[in-house]
Structures are given as C-alpha cells and as structure tokens.
C-alpha cells in the first residue's frame, strides 16, 4: 500500500490540491466505491486494503517530500552528466515581500534538449547582485555543479543582473569569463512595449485612472456591473493592470473599448473630468490603435514564451512583429 499512497500523493499533487484531500475525499470516494462490489469475493479484501491506507494530510506531505527530493536529485544529475549547460536567472518578489531567486538550466539528456527548474533561493537580505552571484554559487558547490560546463546566462534587466560592474553580469565576466550573459528577450521585448509617445501615453493615463476609479469603491463598482447589465453587455466588470503581469496591459485596453459607451454614460453621471475623454472622437481612434497593437505585443508575449524556444524562433518572431507595425 505504500506505492499506492504515494501515487494518490503524486495525483494530488500534480491537480495542485490540498493534502487534507487524501483522507478526506479519495479515501471516502475509494470505500464508496468498494460498497458497489458488496457481496462480491474480492469485495471485503479489497475493502480490507483501503482501509489499511494511510492518506493522512502528514503523510501526503512525507510522501510529496520524497518525490520532490528525488526529482531533484534526478535533475541536478542530468545537469552534472551534461557536456554543456546554459541558465536562466530571475529575481522577483512575492507576495509576502520575500526575494525569491529563480534558476532555470538548460542541458542535454540523452539526444535531445532539456529545461528544468533548478532551484527557489529565498534571498534573505539585500539583492544586490553579489548576493544574487553568492546564492548561485553555494547552490553550485552544494550539489557538486560546474562552473565550467556553463556556457551563457540569461537574466533579466534589473541593475542587480545587468550591471557590468557590480551587477551579477559584471561579476561573472571577472569570475567566469567564458560564460555569456545577456538579456533576457521576453523582458526586452516588454521594456520597449512601454515606451510610447506622449500621446500614446496621455490615453494610458485616461484609461489607468478610470479603471482606478471604477474599481477603487466596490459601490462604483457594483453600479457599473449593473449598467452594463442593462446595457446587455459581454463584460461586465472592468480589468485591473499590474506592471509584474506584462500581459494585463492589454487586456485591460482591450476591455475598456468594449465598454467605452457605458464607461460615458457612468462618467458622465458622476460629473468625472474624464466623462468627455470616452465621447472625444481623436481619443477612442487612438484607444483603438493601442488596444490593436496590445494584442498584437500580448501574442508576440505568449509566442516567446514556454519550452524548447530557441534564439533563433525568437528573433523571427520578434522581427515578424516590427514588420506587423509598419501595417499599422
């Protein structure tokens, strides 16, 4: 019965729920299931069986430990056999306002390419890019991984990684010279979506500061949800836009033209200075052409994104979206 539970761990697991579930659900649902075959020779032995197994939240955790442990360990081995292996590095903050350090590895297995998730390195203190170097480099020591056998490093353009002098960039060319840095094309590709004329970016400001103002007051928003129910609309709520999630800018553009009406009529009943901004001709022209292009920048997003992407895909379709723009 130990395979057994942890093949239930490895399943709750792999549909992300909680552990409790083990006891409380699928060994409920697996005794029901037994009571169908009542009366039938196998009927108590099997009963017998589930009752004998331990799903118990502590034991889904011991088991998803072990699982996790030897998933590593067969990762981090793959990583070490490897002639030659390449690293993605991210820093981002969590919710809790904790650094978390992110190291993906690129190596060969067996014939073909392979990408993993190596480590989540909680960055206690500061995140300067030696300390980011130092968490890399105890990881390294600690599994018994070669510096050597790295090739470049990708990274994301924050000073901390990109700085040539005491950036973690900088750092590895006076470390490692033979590795490789460079910036990460999915945040390039993100970094260059934000700069837009002053026109452009007028509307952004009109259209930031009235999803702010919708949203703000769940009173606003409840009076809008049912103007757009009135108005038989698709959507009824407006979309937030956070910087960290790249792709919300667009939809949130995207969402706003499809309610411009209502949002008028909204505005204009609350006497908002922006009320005149969604019945301004020139105005929704360029809403218009920034919710295109935002469509067009959040499938070029998703297109660069996943696994077995190579350069040279990258680039094609990074070039395929500047060709696009000059349509618009």
């Known amino acids: 019965m130990e395979m057994f539970s942890y093949k239930t761990a490895f399943l709750i697991a792999q549909q992300k729920r909680p552990f409790t579930e083990g006891e409380a659900i699928r060994k409920l649902t697996l005794r029901n299931f037994c009571e169908v075959f009542e009366g039938e020779p196998f009927a108590k032995k099997i009963t017998e069986a589930v009752d004998d197994a331990t799903l118990s939240n502590n034991t889904m955790t011991r088991r998803l430990q072990c699982l996790a442990a030897d ?132 509307v952004m400001q009109v259209v930031i500061a009235t999803v702010n103002y919708v949203k703000a007051k769940d009173l606003n928003s409840r009076m809008f949800k049912q103007l757009c129910i009135a108005e038989n609309c698709n959507h009824h709520t407006l979309l937030m836009h956070t910087a960290v999630r790249w792709l919300s800018l667009g939809k949130t553009l995207e969402r706003v033209f499809l309610l411009r009406s209502e949002l008028a009529s909204f505005l204009q009943d609350r006497d908002h200075k922006n009320a005149n901004c969604f019945r301004d001709p020139h105005f929704l022209a360029r809403l218009a052409l920034l919710t295109d292009v935002f469509e067009h920048v959040n499938k070029l997003n998703t297109e660069l994104q996943g696994k077995g992407k190579w350069v040279f895909d990258l680039q094609c379709a990074v070039k395929a979206f500047v060709s696009k723009l000059t349509i618009l």
């Open 71 to 202: 998933l590593k360990e067969q990762i981090l081995e793959d990583f070490r056999n490897s002639p030659w292996t390449a690293l993605a590095v991210d820093e981002s903050t969590d919710i809790t306002s904790q650094p978390q350090l992110l190291i993906f590895g690129r190596f060969l297995k067996e014939s073909s390419v392979a990408e993993e998730l190596l480590a989540c390195i909680s960055l206690e203190t500061t995140t300067r890019g030696e300390d980011i170097f130092s968490a890399i480099d105890k990881f390294f020591t600690e599994n018994n991984l070669e510096w050597s056998k790295v090739t470049e490093c990708s990274m994301d353009g924050a000073p901390s990684m990109m700085g040539k002098n005491i950036g973690l960039r900088g750092i590895l060319s006076r470390k490692h010279p033979h590795i490789k840095t460079n910036h990460c094309i999915i945040h390039r590709q993100s970094l260059a979506s934000k700069d837009m004329s002053q026109s452009f970016s007028d």
